[in-house]
Structure formats: C-alpha cells, structure tokens
C-alpha cells in the first residue's frame, strides 16, 4: 500500500474515532440529564406532598368542598342507638341497623386515633369504626360513586387532613369508604356521603344521628360536629 492510502487509512480511522468519540459524550450526557431529573423528581416529590399536606392542615375545614347550600344534604336523621359498651371478639359478625352504622355492638379494638383518612385497600373492619363512634368521632363515609372519582376522593383526603394528627376531642374525625359489600339498606337517591355521630348519655336516651349529602362539603360537615361535638358521645373520655 502506498503512504498516500496509509495516510488516507488513518485519516478515516481517526475520523471514525473522533466520531465515536462525540456519540458517547452525547450519549453520557443524556445519561447525566436523565438522571439529574429522576433524582430531582425523587427529591421534590416528598416535598411537594409536604407542602400540599401543610396547606390542608391550614385549610379551615369549612372552605374545602362545596359550600353547604350545594352539597344536597338532607335532614340529619336521629335513631335511639345502641351498643353501648357491648365489645365483641374482633373478626364477628356483626349486622348493623343502618346503613352506615352510627352506633351498635363493635370489635374490642377501634381504629387508630392519629388515622383521619382511609380508602378500601386499608379501610378497619366497620366494627372498629364503631368503636371510635362510640369515643366521640364523627365519620364521613362515602360510597362506591365517590370512591371510584379520584377528584372527589383527594377532596375527602385534604378535607380530613384539616384536622391535623390532632388526638384532642375536636380532632375526632376519621373518612372512609362504605361499600356495597358492606351490605345494609341503600342510601337515599343521590347521596354519596353520610356524616354519622353517636350522642352520648344514659344508655335509654343515646342517639345516632346521620345526614347524608350529594357531594362533599366541610361547611356542611362542620355544621353536623358543632352540633354533635365528641364530648356528647358514650365515652369521651377514651382515646
């Protein structure tokens, strides 16, 4: 081979290695900048959800929702109750009076005080839930309908963390699903959340109270717990 096609030869290798050279560099950079906006992205999520849950917790209860006068609540609904102090192994059976349950028999346990939002995946037993009626809280149940509407359920999420982890008598509240596998009677038409509260007392003079409402109001829910404060329950004191 002559030195002019040597020349040439190594030219072109050259070239091809400077070439090379360029696409791993562009290559080694888009890794770099993948990367960087992953790590970014693993960062800021935590924060982003700090500063949303935050803003919930500082959010007054009744300005998340639909104002009152739009939520379609009907007449709060005042049954006797029952139950008082009536604990059953955790796992029985249990068939309420009403659909969602206000008071009743329940399991020896109730659910966790510093809990206020629960879906189906992680929901107690509705015999823990009782419980937790029976010391003071106030539930927001909501139904299928409302479950499968991811907007409506992060409303019910936020509105629950506007109490805060408060444990202290006005931070008795807890949300979670009622479900058709719940059974009992079906709600009235076109209402997909119900507020429940067990009033306290003599055991003969106790109530449960229910309203049901068409969408999701924290004026209205408000408006139910000044009425039924967890002080007016069969045990107050607990939890």
């Known amino acids: 081979m002559s030195s002019k096609g040597k020349q040439s030869r190594r030219q072109l290798i050259e070239q091809m290695q400077r070439d090379q050279a360029r696409s791993d560099r562009r290559r080694t950079i888009l890794i770099i900048a993948v990367c960087l906006v992953v790590g970014l992205g693993i960062v ?5 959800k700090l500063v949303q849950d935050s803003r919930a917790k500082s959010t007054p209860t009744a300005e998340i929702g639909v104002p009152a006068d739009q939520a379609s609540c009907g007449d709060i609904v005042e049954s006797a109750a029952s139950g008082s102090s009536d604990h059953k192994p955790d796992g029985t059976a249990i068939a309420y009076a009403t659909s969602p349950p206000s008071s009743g028999p329940h399991y020896q346990t109730w659910a966790p005080f510093s809990r206020k939002f629960y879906t189906a995946d992680d929901r107690p037993a509705l ?12 539930i927001l149940w909501y139904n299928d309908t409302i479950a499968g509407d991811s907007e409506k359920t992060a409303v019910i999420e936020r509105l629950a963390k506007s109490f805060g982890d408060s444990q202290t008598q006005a931070g008795k509240f807890i949300a979670a699903p009622y479900t058709t596998k719940d059974g009992g009677d079906a709600w009235p038409a076109g209402k997909n959340i119900a507020f429940a509260h067990w009033s306290g007392g003599p055991p003969e003079a106790q109530k449960a109270n229910r309203q049901y409402c068409g969408d999701i109001s924290g004026a209205a829910l408000k408006t139910f717990m000044d009425k039924y404060p967890a002080d007016d329950s069969p045990e107050p004191n607990a939890g």
């Open 44 to 48: 800021a999520y935590p924060a982003i």
């Open 127 to 138: 015999g823990n839930l009782v419980h937790n009626l029976e010391h003071g809280y106030t």
